[in-house]
């Protein structure tokens, strides 16, 4: 596996986890009292549940990153302020831009992740609705979106959730970098 694969994401499928997803040792007959009935009503209560899990994986998500968007915008306001009044040497900036860095790779790693966890989940749930009558997240839902394929219908809020660290890591590195060739940090 290439250094590159770290970065890009690949999506769980139905197909991927459909033979993991099924217990063999449990089926309709399992169930007494209207064993059809009392299947189907277990099926429809894991797949709320499963899909109200999915869901708090996104907020978890955006509340991630509405604290290290917050953390970014202070520190590039701070910076600016340090800019104006400080006769430091650029050099010592080394230091906070190291620290920087790696909570924005911190940043894209954890967005990353929870892009991940949320395409399993999502599969799962989409597996589930399998056995239900309608499948409005997986079939009817991904089908309006036009499966990802069309940019104008549907463009994953992750590219850019993931490219904001890339954005900022970029911002703090030209900083620096104006900060050298101007061999100080002030006026």
């Known amino acids: 596996m290439g250094t590159w694969s770290y970065f890009g994401t690949s999506v769980a499928s139905v197909d991927e986890i459909r033979a993991d997803l099924w217990n063999p040792a449990v089926?309709?007959?399992?169930?007494?009292?209207?064993?059809?009935?009392?299947?189907?009503?277990?099926?429809?209560?894991?797949?709320?549940?499963?899909?109200?899990?999915?869901?708090?994986?996104s907020a978890r998500r955006a509340i991630a990153n509405a604290f290290f968007l917050s953390l970014n915008?202070?520190?590039l306001a701070v910076s600016g302020g340090l800019?104006?009044?400080?006769?430091?040497?650029?050099?010592?900036?080394?230091l906070p831009l190291f620290v920087l860095m790696i909570q924005a790779g911190a940043w894209f790693w954890l967005i990353r992740s929870y892009r991940q966890l949320n395409s399993a989940k999502y599969a799962v749930v989409g597996a589930l609705e399998e056995r239900l009558p309608a499948s409005p997240y997986w079939r009817a839902e991904?089908?309006?979106?036009?499966?990802?394929?069309d940019k104008t219908r549907y463009w994953p809020l992750t590219h850019l959730e993931q490219g904001l660290?890339?954005?900022?890591?970029?911002?703090?590195?030209?900083?620096?970098?104006?900060?050298v060739i101007s061999g100080h940090t002030g006026r």
């Open 27 to 57: 089926g309709v007959q399992a169930y007494t009292g209207g064993p059809e009935q009392a299947y189907q009503a277990a099926i429809l209560e894991q797949y709320k549940m499963y899909a109200e899990m999915a869901d708090r994986i």
């Open 73 to 75: 915008t202070a520190v």
């Open 83 to 94: 800019w104006q009044q400080s006769a430091l040497s650029a050099w010592v900036l080394l």
């Open 142 to 149: 991904w089908s309006a979106l036009g499966r990802g394929q």
């Open 165 to 179: 660290p890339i954005v900022f890591v970029a911002l703090y590195l030209a900083g620096f970098i104006a900060a």
